[in-house]
């Protein structure tokens, strides 16, 4: 058995869960977020709690259990407190902008780079070298802060450009000198 999948989910005060079928929608006081469970699984509300069960051993359903229950899990964080991924920038001249809603990076290019944010995401500039990418879904907070450090990674020579915040970088030798 799954040590995740079968591990209940208790909903706290103030989420509303409702099951259409395989269409599982988690509402909090953020946002709203829905889901559509692979089809071998099955989630049941009792209360406020939900359990994610499987029919079989199979490999796929039991590999569709655990994950299962934790993009459930991660709904219902979302929809309460929210995700937040805070990124840094380290290089001479290199900085961020907020312009509106928007970001404008300098990161030694030609040209200034601009992000618009997507709906549902929200940026926040901290200093001209810090900034926070947060919002309600897990996937698309991450995929937007992977999409900003890909505008220049972090350089393994001199450790110039865009990482996540704590994120330590391997540090190669440059060529050795005579």
């Known amino acids: 058995m799954s040590r995740i999948g079968r591990l209940p989910i208790t909903v706290p005060a103030g989420v509303e ?5 395989s269409v599982i929608s988690v509402k909090g006081a953020k946002g709203e977020l829905s889901h559509t469970v692979a089809s071998p699984i099955e989630v049941s509300l009792d209360e406020n709690t939900l359990t994610v069960t499987r029919p079989n051993d199979e490999r796929n359903s039991r ?5 299962t229950r934790t993009l459930i899990a991660n709904m ?4 309460t407190e929210g995700y937040e991924k805070k990124l840094e920038i380290v290089g001479t001249g290199y ?4 312009k509106g809603a928007d970001l404008e990076f300098a990161l030694g290019y030609s040209h200034p780079v601009n992000v618009s944010a997507p709906e549902g995401i929200t940026f926040a500039v901290e200093g001209p070298t810090k900034l ?3 919002g309600i879904s897990k996937q698309q907070v991450g995929e937007v802060a992977a999409n ?3 505008l220049r990674k972090p350089d393994p020579y001199k450790g110039k450009g865009v990482r ?3 994120e330590v970088i391997r540090r190669k030798v440059g060529k050795a000198g005579k």
């Open 148 to 150: 900003i450090r890909k």
């Open 63 to 67: 590999s569709l259990h655990g994950l």
């Open 76 to 79: 219902i964080q979302g929809v």
């Open 17 to 21: 869960v409702k099951l259409d079928g």
């Open 164 to 166: 996540y915040a704590g």
């Open 132 to 134: 926070s990418v947060s």
């Open 95 to 98: 900085r961020v902008q907020a």
